[in-house]
């Protein structure tokens, strides 16, 4: 890009069926003994709609967990580790069991993955899901070169404001201007 990025986009709303969270980098970061979980809020206002999320991640069930208690975060319905699969992202086999686990594989345009990782962006996109590419282990660079619909520095960045026919609408602030 070789400029400063400029994340001043101004709000956009989308409406998505359905949510699919990477874990670390993206609800949790754990990198250099640094441990802080990014807004809450934006599960809490899936749970209290009732709204179908999961987290698909390349960590182990027993790490997942681990943190998960550790934190005090919610724990999803839904759950695709790196046991889950053969293969791991940019393979789109878990985000796809991840909307296999919501029912929403006929609808996976109207899912959004929301990951930190350029092989994880990848795998959402081949999945057939809308993306937000968050940087927060990864270079701006590396985030857009995989493809996201959106760029963000982080979850801060994502809030729910309404619900209608089953779809949550959510404000995406702070964007990149790509």
Known sequence: ?????????????????????????????????????????LIDSLIAL?????????????????????????????????????????????????LDKLNLAHRAGDVVVLEDAPAGIEAGKAAGCKVIGLVTSHTVDQVVAAGPDWVVKDLESVRVVGQHDGRVTVEISNALRL
């Open 1 to 41: 890009m070789g400029s400063q990025p400029s994340f001043t986009q101004p709000p956009q709303r989308a409406s998505f069926s359905g949510f699919l969270f990477d874990m670390d980098g993206t609800i949790i970061d754990s990198t250099a003994a640094i441990v802080k979980h990014w807004h809450r809020s």
């Open 50 to 98: 009732s709204a179908p999320w999961a987290i698909v991640t390349s960590g182990t069930e027993p790490l997942v967990s681990g943190w998960l208690s550790r934190l005090s975060l919610a724990v999803p319905r839904h759950l695709v580790t790196a046991e889950s699969v053969a293969d791991g992202k940019p393979d789109p086999a878990c985000y796809r069991m991840g």
